[in-house]
């Protein structure tokens, strides 16, 4: 029993923290370069999201966005899961097409 205020402490952190980050498109660059080391890449958007949270047809209109300078349209293409941020944690990745 002495243990579940630290579970209950846990437990609270880590809902509060998800509500901390929204989603965003994994392109991150080394300085200098040109090229992402990011997930997003050639035509894919990875967008990295908390499933608590983010519903995947919320995603659809900022990948959506992502697509749009080239007149392609956004596709779901898989998910991965625990691959992205602590915050983060999913990633919907999306073709332009």
């Not at 047809?57 to 900022?62: E, F, I, K, N, R």
Request: aromatic content about 10%; glycine content about 8%; hydrophobic content about 40%.
């Amino acid at each position: 029993m002495r243990f579940l205020p630290i579970v209950a402490g846990c437990l609270f952190l880590s809902f509060g923290l998800t509500g901390c980050v929204a989603p965003y498109n994994d392109a991150r660059r080394e300085a200098g370069q040109r090229d992402p080391v990011g997930q997003s890449k050639n035509g894919v958007i990875a967008i990295c999201y908390h499933p608590w949270r983010d519903n995947i047809d919320s995603l659809q209109p900022m990948a959506q966005a992502l697509c749009a300078p080239t007149g392609e349209t956004a596709v779901l293409k898989e998910i991965k899961t625990f691959n992205c941020s602590f915050m983060a944690p999913n990633t919907a990745l999306f073709a332009c097409e």
